[in-house]
């Protein structure tokens, strides 16, 4: 189907382990963002990048990895899970230039125990 | 860099009144103004957009209106309905590469039948 996915929806972790949240579009967006949803904190901008093989950082990158190998992949790892990192995660994809609107996946519910 | 301030936190409104949330920004290079409307167990969705050459936007019962000069711009919803129950958020960019948005913390409105 056509759109941008997300998986897995729900995901529990334990304290330390290493999890991976898969990001895939259809559309061949040049740009790819994950941002993260916290209660008080709104939507925060964790990593983004503009094309296969360029990533920055966002707004609270620390204890995250992202890597770009396909255009269409975008995925976001947790090297050592910590509590602090139980969120809701949104993927979300922009063509850039002048259509500035995003499009967002469904979310990861991420809980680390 | 660009922060995004919401208001109210929470709006509960009877079903067909109007619903208004506001939002301010910091950065006067900011241009692009997007809503969206993020149903229960859903990603964000794009509602509806201003640009800064534009002071007012419609689309049906929404609309954005933009006011440069006092950096701050508003959602307003007329004749709510229980399905515009959802949270709303405001996000602001600069047209850099990116278009990165910076969001505001978010609006519950609840619509009482």
């Known amino acids: 189907d056509a759109g941008i996915t997300q998986s897995p929806r729900y995901k529990i972790t334990e304290t330390g382990r290493q999890v991976t949240l898969m990001c895939h579009q259809t559309?061949?967006?040049?740009?790819m963002f994950w941002y993260r949803q916290d209660l008080g904190h709104g939507l925060r901008l964790i990593y983004y990048?503009?094309?296969?093989?360029?990533?920055d950082k966002g707004e609270v990158p620390d204890g995250y990895v992202v890597s770009r190998s396909k255009t269409e992949n975008f995925p976001l790892t947790l090297e050592s899970a910590t509590r602090s990192q139980t969120s809701v995660y949104f993927c979300?994809?922009?063509?850039?230039?002048?259509?500035?609107?995003?499009?967002f996946g469904s979310g990861t519910r991420l809980t680390v125990v | 860099g660009e922060n995004v301030e919401q208001h109210p936190s929470t709006l509960s409104v009877q079903e067909g009144d109007s619903a208004v949330i506001k939002c301010t920004y910091s950065d006067s290079a900011s241009n692009y103004f997007p809503w969206y409307k993020q149903e229960l167990g859903k990603g964000p969705q794009l509602i509806i957009d201003?640009?800064?050459?534009?002071g007012e936007k419609k689309d049906q019962r929404i609309a954005v209106t933009l006011n440069k000069t006092a950096k701050h711009f508003s959602l307003h919803i007329t004749e709510t309905q229980p399905e515009d129950s959802a949270v709303y958020f405001c996000?602001?960019?600069?047209?850099?590469?990116?278009?990165?948005?910076?969001f505001g913390g978010g609006t519950r409105l609840m619509v009482k039948p």
């Open positions: 559309w061949s967006h040049s740009y």
């Open positions: 996000a602001a960019s600069i047209n850099n590469a990116g278009n990165m948005l910076t």
């Open positions: 979300a994809s922009n063509e850039g230039g002048s259509n500035y609107g995003y499009t």
């Open positions: 201003i640009r800064s050459n534009v």
């Open positions: 990048s503009a094309a296969a093989d360029i990533t």
